[in-house]
């Protein structure tokens, strides 16, 4: 079946610094992959969907400037959450999907999740 | 705006009950949803999706059903095991290449 490998599991570091997250479909190419993040006990919250070759579109309430995501490739976007400040610890977890048919039809493949943890 | 409710937001059972998680979505003009197994600290198990024009889908002990019109679905968990022990997400898509909104979840315990 579908793998989404994301890296690192998990992080933990200093306020101020940037941090990267990688997400990588390793079978099959995803156009389009979504970027999650969930706190305790929460459910997931969509941050961004992430489109190959073009800018990122962002949810309400979340800041471009903060989350920078790049989507480079078929089979690799990333989330660098910049200058981490204790409150963006997180579960950040991200989605694709294969294109192909219908997009209704495709279901979203799930990577491992990233723990953040900023001190 | 859709929203997905789950209820209960907690459940214990002991090993071997039958058991019903429910999920309701406030826009019914969904394209597909799906059921996913969450364990502490982990990322997401896909575990069935329903297409909307579907009324149930099975594997194994698990039946999920969907009854688009009245914005609800259940997932039926059959004689559980303490390895059922997880948060069970219900998660649907609207239309076309819109992610899928989730709810909040149900904790389930299942006590040997």
């Known amino acids: 079946g579908a793998v989404v490998s994301q890296h690192p599991s998990w992080v933990i570091c200093k306020s101020g610094t940037s941090v990267k997250i990688e997400c990588r479909s390793l079978?099959?190419?995803?156009?389009?992959m979504f970027w999650y993040r969930q706190f305790p006990k929460q459910s997931l919250m969509l941050m961004a969907t992430?489109?190959?070759?073009?800018?990122?579109?962002?949810e309400q309430g979340v800041e471009k400037d903060k989350f920078l995501i790049n989507h480079a490739s078929l089979t690799l976007s990333t989330l660098t959450v910049t200058s981490a400040h204790p409150e963006d610890s997180s579960f950040y977890i991200c989605?694709?999907?294969?294109?192909?048919?219908?997009?209704?039809?495709?279901?979203?493949?799930f990577g491992d999740g990233t723990r953040l943890s900023i001190l | 705006k859709q929203e997905v409710t789950q209820i209960p937001a907690a459940l214990s059972v002991p090993e071997g009950e039958n058991l019903v998680l429910n999920c309701s979505f406030t826009?019914?003009?969904?394209?597909?949803l799906q059921w996913f197994r969450q364990d502490p600290g982990k990322g997401l198990t896909s575990l069935l999706l329903?297409?909307?024009?579907?009324r149930e889908q099975t594997s194994g002990r698990l039946n999920a059903s969907l009854d688009k019109s009245s914005g609800r679905s259940t997932l039926y968990i059959a004689a559980s095991q303490p390895g059922d022990s997880a948060t069970y997400l219900c998660?649907?898509?609207?239309?076309?290449?819109?992610?899928?909104?989730f709810g909040k979840g149900t904790r389930l315990s299942v006590i040997a």
């Open positions: 989605s694709a999907r294969a294109p192909g048919g219908t997009y209704s039809n495709q279901p979203q493949h």
């Open positions: 079978d099959f190419q995803a156009t389009t």
């Open positions: 992430s489109n190959e070759g073009s800018k990122a579109t962002y």
């Open positions: 826009d019914s003009a969904i394209y597909n």
């Open positions: 329903i297409q909307s024009s579907q």
């Open positions: 998660a649907v898509r609207n239309s076309g290449n819109t992610p899928l909104v």
